[in-house]
């Protein structure tokens, strides 16, 4: 099974947005289709709570639970490349991306402007790490 780490802020929720900005929100969307990953949440936003978390992305128009991976957080409150790593050695998936606007140690990280959020240049980047070419729009 392959991984998408996911922040929320500075990736779906930028500083020019009070929801997820949504063409942000139809990029990870997008690269969750085409990679067929489940998604681990690894955002301060996790120790509230999976049903707020999900309360969050349902708000936003996203019925996260059937994205969700059965371990579905990865949180350190003091660094999160610890949290990810710790959750990478329990849990083996084939491949993964953690998508993060704080830089990350990890070399399957792709780090977003939290301005700007998740984009096409990351989406591709994260497409690529995790071996999907990407796909033209519509």
């Given amino acids: 099974m392959d991984v998408i780490f996911l922040d929320i802020d500075g990736v779906l929720l930028t500083h020019s947005h009070r929801s997820f900005d949504p063409r942000a929100q139809a990029l990870v969307l997008r690269l969750i289709q085409e990679t067929r990953a489940k998604v681990v949440i690894s955002s301060s936003w996790a120790v509230r709570g999976k049903e707020t978390v999900l309360s969050l992305f ?8 059937p994205l969700l991976h059965e371990q579905w957080s990865a949180v350190d409150h003091a660094d999160r490349n610890v949290a990810i790593r710790r959750w990478l050695a329990t849990q083996r998936p084939a491949r993964f991306v953690a998508i993060d606007d704080w830089p990350l140690a990890l070399e399957q990280a792709v780090r977003t402007d939290p301005a700007l959020g998740f984009t096409e240049a990351d989406y591709a980047a994260a497409a ?10 519509p």
């Fill in 58 to 65: 349902q708000i936003n128009g996203v019925r996260l639970g």
């Fill in 128 to 137: 690529r790490l995790m071996g999907v070419g990407p796909t033209p729009r």
